[in-house]
C-alpha cells in the first residue's frame, strides 16, 4: 500500500488561493505511479458526504473536475517528488472542508467514485470566511 500525507490547508478569505499538497510514500513503485493508478482530491464539510473534487488518471494523464471547482482548482503533479497538489484559486465559504487525497488501486473504473480509492490521508482543514 501507499502512506499519502496532506499539508496545505489553512483560514483564507473569500476569493483567496491555497495550494493543497499530498506526498505519497510506501510502495510507490507499483503500478503506473505514486504506487496507484489514479489519484483524487475529495472532501467532505460537517454533515455531509466525502464528495468527489479532482482526479487524474496516470494512464492517460487526463484531469477532471467536480463541477462546483471546475475553473477554479487545478490538480497537478510532480512525480519526482511523488506529490500531488491542488491550486484552489477563487475560493468560496461553500468550499469549507477537510480535503482528502486518495490513491486508486484500480487499473480501471471510475476515478470519481471515492469506493474506487484504496488509499487515503488523514485530511487537511480548509476554511473559507465569507
Known amino acids: 500500500q501507499v502512506q499519502l500525507v496532506e499539508s496545505g490547508g489553512g483560514l483564507v478569505q473569500a476569493g483567496g488561493s491555497l495550494r493543497l499538497s499530498c506526498a505519497a510514500s510506501g510502495r510507490t513503485s507499483s503500478s503506473y505511479a505514486m504506487g496507484s493508478y489514479a489519484m483524487g482530491w475529495f472532501r467532505q464539510a460537517p454533515g455531509k458526504e466525502r464528495e468527489f473534487v479532482a482526479s487524474?488518471?496516470?494512464?492517460?494523464?487526463?484531469?477532471y473536475y467536480a463541477v462546483p471547482v471546475k475553473g477554479r482548482f487545478t490538480m497537478s503533479s510532480d512525480n519526482a517528488k511523488n506529490t500531488v497538489y491542488l491550486q484552489m484559486n477563487n475560493l468560496k465559504p461553500e468550499d469549507t472542508a477537510v480535503y482528502y487525497c486518495?490513491?486508486?488501486?484500480?487499473?480501471?473504473?471510475?476515478?470519481?467514485?471515492?469506493?474506487?480509492?484504496?488509499?487515503w490521508g488523514q485530511g487537511t482543514q480548509v476554511t473559507v470566511s465569507s
Open positions: 486518495a490513491a486508486s488501486h484500480l487499473a480501471f473504473g471510475s476515478y470519481q467514485y471515492k469506493e474506487n480509492f484504496g488509499s
Open positions: 487524474i488518471t496516470w494512464r492517460d494523464l487526463n484531469t
